[in-house]
């Protein structure tokens, strides 16, 4: 029974999620190292720390094998702590500027000359900073110049409206008009079948 941290994604903070909510006192903070510290001897495996990190930065094992598989897996990862900092789909914007409101969909987003992708999400639909797709990626699918904004959905109007069934949702917009809609949080490995919608999109 052990816990790993990925550090490569891990922010290390003495505010960590893991922290706060193990019953066994696991985690620590070093002030002197400035880093969190782990005391295995202590783990009971009950994985509420997994489940608190949102980017997927801890994991527990139950068994030997278990353990080196993480450990493997952690080694292996080519990601890094500035993953944090990429705009994704169906996350929590980092940039303000990414931030639209509802009233711009009609006052701002239809008069836009270039191509514009709205994202709708509310706290429900919010998933992992790490796993899902780049919104970079998903606009330069779409067109050159896309326009982006992520719009929190308050109430049912602009869901009523654009007929959206499921958060978060991506609304491509060319030429004032609504060309395409898809629906549902997809994660970074699903980014294929993701881009091959859109294409096929552009080509009705």
């Known amino acids: 029974m052990a816990v790993l941290i990925n550090f490569k994604i891990c922010d290390n ?7 706060s909510v193990c019953p066994k006192g696991v985690f620590s903070w070093d002030d002197e190292k400035h880093t969190l510290v782990i005391d295995n001897s202590k783990c009971i495996s009950c994985g509420l720390c997994e489940k608190s990190c949102m980017v997927s930065a801890i994991k527990v094992a139950k068994t030997k094998d278990e353990y080196e598989k993480i450990e493997k897996e952690f080694e292996d990862d080519p990601r890094t702590i500035n993953d944090l900092l990429v705009e994704r789909y169906g996350a929590m914007p980092i940039d303000a500027a990414m931030m639209g409101q509802e009233e711009e969909i009609e006052e701002k987003l239809l008069g836009a000359t270039r191509p514009f992708i709205v ?48 958060l978060p949702s991506l609304l491509f917009f060319r030429n004032q008009k609504l060309v395409g809609k898809i629906e549902g949080y997809m994660e970074e490995q699903d980014k294929e079948d993701l881009f091959d919608k859109i294409k096929r999109m552009k080509e009705e």
């Open 119 to 166: 994202e709708l999400y509310n706290e429900d639909s919010i998933m992992c900073l790490l796993k899902s797709i780049p919104v970079k990626k998903i606009a330069d699918t779409f067109d050159e110049e896309t326009r982006y904004r992520k719009i929190e959905v308050k109430d049912d109007t602009l869901l009523e409206k654009y007929n959206v069934k499921e």
């Open 13 to 19: 903070d003495k505010a960590c999620n893991g922290m």
